[in-house]
């Protein structure tokens, strides 16, 4: 049905509305199927052109919050027509950041999955993708680590390290297990010495944090938010300022801290809509990220919320 549905609009110029129509469907869901059509790959659009569409507001928010790359995708009230917009983004924006980048800390984000369908004639078989936490193996089609880092490697003819182990272990004891392990420790030691990060900013909020939606019991969640938790990066949880927050949950996580994140020199966030945008402001409060890929709502949301940076102490 996909493909029918994308060949009436894309070669036939039929609206949503008319598709819905005549497949008998709703507008919503022949919007849902073009936004996958084009994320799996049945559709491609190629635009001969590199004409930035948002300049001003993108180096207004660069300046503003002390980033050194900030690229905004369209605003889309369709939860997969953003996360299609901002791989699309996040694709031009890690394209540039490879050709000076060796290993490539890929961390565990729908977002971050979006990037691989938009990558295009880039080669960099040098290039070494690896986990920045554990595997998360759900039970719906949600990307893991594994596949995300993979298919990044297969986009631009890299190599790809795995990090076998849960990003959520049983207990503190597990997880300390899993830390010990020859495999596990190789490649967190990779992903610590990664001189890009490509991360996903996950929100608080039901439906906008891969971790916090893993059926987590509530008493979990409730830790988090009695501690202040906005969001949260690499699977750490951070404050309003970008504070790290501990909890018994936190001590299960497989995976690089927020402070061996900061360790890594550029630090590129993915993240887009309302839902995420307290989280994204914590992390550039606390320095987690130089780089952000979001969409121009939460740009312009970011400019009245965030304190402008200091040129003097962002030289420091």
Same mark, same amino acid.
């Given at each position: 049905?996909?493909?029918?549905?994308?060949?009436?609009?894309?070669?036939?110029?039929? #609206?949503?509305?008319?598709?819905?129509?005549?497949? /008998?469907?709703?507008?919503?869901?022949?919007?849902?199927?073009?936004?996958?059509?084009?994320?799996?790959?049945?559709?491609?659009?190629? &635009?001969?052109?590199?004409?930035?569409? $948002?300049?001003?507001?993108?180096?207004? =928010?660069?300046?503003?919050?002390? +980033?050194?790359?900030?690229?905004?995708?369209?605003?889309?009230? !369709?939860?997969?027509?953003?996360? !299609?917009?901002?791989?699309?983004?996040?694709?031009?924006?890690?394209?540039?950041?490879?050709?000076?980048?060796? #290993?490539?800390?890929?961390? +565990?984000?729908?977002?971050?999955?979006?990037?691989?369908?938009?990558?295009?004639?880039?080669?960099?078989?040098?290039?070494? $993708? &690896?986990?920045?936490?554990?595997?998360? @193996?759900?039970?719906?089609? #949600?990307?893991?680590?594994?596949?995300?880092?993979?298919?990044?490697?297969?986009?631009?003819?890299?190599?790809?390290?795995? =990090?076998?182990?849960?990003?959520?272990?049983?207990?503190?004891?597990?997880?300390?297990?899993?830390?010990?392990?020859?495999?596990?420790?190789?490649?967190?030691?990779?992903?610590?010495?990664?001189?890009?990060?490509?991360?996903? &900013?996950? /929100?608080?909020?039901?439906?906008?944090?891969?971790?916090?939606?893993?059926?987590?019991?509530? #008493?979990?969640?409730?830790?988090? =938010?009695?501690?202040?938790?906005?969001?949260?990066?690499?699977?750490? $949880?951070? !404050?309003?300022?970008?504070?790290?927050?501990?909890?018994? @949950?936190?001590?299960?996580?497989?995976?690089?801290?927020?402070?061996?994140?900061?360790?890594?020199?550029?630090?590129?966030?993915?993240?887009?809509?309302?839902?995420?945008?307290?989280?994204?402001?914590?992390?550039?409060?606390?320095?987690? +990220?130089?780089?952000?890929?979001? !969409?121009?709502?939460?740009?312009?949301?970011? =400019?009245?919320?965030?304190?402008?940076?200091?040129?003097?102490?962002?030289?420091?």
């Amino acid at each position: 049905m996909i493909g029918r549905i994308a060949r009436l609009h894309y070669e036939h110029g039929l #609206t949503h509305q008319q598709i819905a129509d005549l497949v /008998g469907i709703s507008r919503v869901k022949v919007t849902r199927l073009l936004a996958q059509a084009r994320r799996t790959g049945i559709v491609e659009i190629r &635009v001969h052109s590199d004409e930035p569409l $948002f300049t001003e507001l993108e180096l207004q =928010l660069a300046t503003h919050a002390g +980033l050194d790359h900030v690229l905004l995708a369209p605003t889309a009230e !369709d939860g997969g027509e953003q996360l !299609d917009a901002l791989g699309a983004v996040g694709g031009r924006l890690l394209t540039r950041l490879l050709e000076s980048s060796d #290993t490539i800390a890929v961390g +565990l984000s729908a977002s971050v999955a979006a990037i691989a369908g938009h990558i295009r004639g880039v080669e960099r078989p040098d290039a070494r $993708f &690896v986990p920045a936490t554990g595997t998360w @193996l759900p039970e719906d089609s #949600t990307p893991h680590h594994d596949d995300v880092a993979q298919a990044l490697a297969r986009a631009v003819g890299g190599r790809c390290s795995s =990090l076998p182990a849960p990003v959520l272990a049983a207990s503190e004891e597990a997880a300390q297990h899993y830390r010990r392990e020859p495999a596990v420790r190789d490649a967190l030691r990779r992903a610590r010495g990664s001189d890009l990060a490509v991360v996903g &900013v996950g /929100g608080v909020a039901a439906g906008s944090s891969l971790l916090l939606d893993a059926n987590l019991p509530d #008493t979990a969640v409730d830790e988090l =938010l009695a501690a202040g938790a906005v969001g949260g990066i690499v699977a750490s $949880f951070h !404050d309003a300022q970008g504070r790290s927050i501990a909890t018994p @949950l936190s001590r299960r996580i497989v995976g690089l801290t927020v402070e061996e994140l900061r360790v890594i020199p550029r630090r590129l966030g993915i993240a887009g809509g309302p839902s995420k945008r307290a989280a994204v402001a914590g992390a550039i409060r606390g320095g987690h +990220l130089t780089g952000l890929v979001t !969409d121009v709502d939460t740009a312009r949301w970011l =400019l009245e919320e965030l304190d402008p940076v200091d040129p003097a102490d962002d030289a420091e």
